[in-house]
């Protein structure tokens, strides 16, 4: 199962080629207010009993051609996006060389899911979208990761039933500043919080398509040049690991995103430039690259 926004911000369930509404057969069953947003939308979907019948409500109903439909971000008002930090061995070793970046092979687990840090909501931008490089930089890189949503409300849960609270799976976009202030510790929630930074996308696949996080093939091109190849299974913290950290330190609600971190393949950004990830099971999402005026 798909979820996306689409054109004015509706839910949609995509089934094949079609986009189906899904704001008036969830209001139907009561599973959601009349005004909700995608967090609620999602909530409904993972544990409202009437969220089968308005499935099938909505397959009934007239649909919208995925190809003449606008995609949006698939949540543009999330709880929270929480983002794991140097999180692949080969990426650490890529951002000593490039920035410098101190060395954390040695620290534990926790120590390291320490480091995840939160991304402004206000960053996000959807498939097709521009990332803005801002007057102030002078190195911007994509990173490019596997992305949760939770479903349902996660609070102290453990590593073995973490994906009980998970509804599925998007592409995250992760941009980040190098130059200034990449060299400095504590500076992650600026240099990845501009506005556009976030690109998320190109829907929501439901976790049943996903047989296993850990197992997700991550690609990117660059202005049609293969610039990333990455498994999930080189994570050090896996996606069970992190909701664990996470929700022994707060509430995951419905909506909330959890980023996974980026491996190695990282690469600057200019503008003109066209980014192309593929997701093995999710799907394909482009954005393009602009300069700020």
Not at 200 to 218: C, N, T, Y
């Amino acid at each position: 199962m798909k979820i996306c926004r689409f054109n004015d911000g509706a839910p949609g369930l995509i089934d094949g080629e079609t986009i189906y509404p899904l704001q008036a057969p969830l209001v139907a069953v009561g599973a959601i207010a009349p005004h909700a947003g995608m967090a609620d939308v999602i909530g409904a979907l993972s544990t409202h009993p009437g969220a089968a019948q308005a499935l099938h409500q909505a397959r009934r109903a007239e649909g919208v051609p995925l190809a003449s439909a606008r995609l949006l971000a698939p949540i543009d008002l999330p709880p929270a996006i929480w983002a794991a930090a140097a999180n692949y061995r080969s990426h650490q070793a890529e951002m000593k060389e490039r920035v410098q970046a101190y060395d954390r092979s040695q620290m534990a687990p926790d120590d390291l899911m320490a480091e995840v840090f939160l991304k402004p909501a206000s960053a996000i931008i959807g498939p097709g979208d521009a990332i803005v490089l801002p007057r102030i930089a002078k190195h911007v890189d994509f990173e490019c990761e596997l992305c949760a949503v939770i479903g349902k409300t996660a609070r102290n849960v453990s590593a073995e039933n973490a994906l009980d609270h998970v509804f599925g799976y998007l592409m995250c976009w992760d941009i980040s500043i190098r130059d200034p202030w990449g060299k400095q510790r504590n500076t992650r929630n600026i240099r990845k919080g501009f506005d556009t930074f976030c690109g998320i996308g190109p829907w929501f696949v439901s976790k049943d398509e996903i047989a296993e996080p850990q197992d997700v093939r991550i690609r990117v091109e660059q202005n049609g040049q293969e610039v990333m190849v990455a498994h999930t299974r080189d994570m050090i913290n896996g996606l069970r690991d992190l909701i664990r950290f996470l929700s022994s330190v707060t509430t995951l609600r419905p909506g909330t995103l959890i980023t996974t971190g980026t491996p190695a393949g990282v690469s600057q950004l200019a503008a003109g430039d066209v980014l192309r990830g593929t997701l093995s099971g999710v799907g394909e999402m482009t954005l393009n690259v602009v300069t700020q005026t």
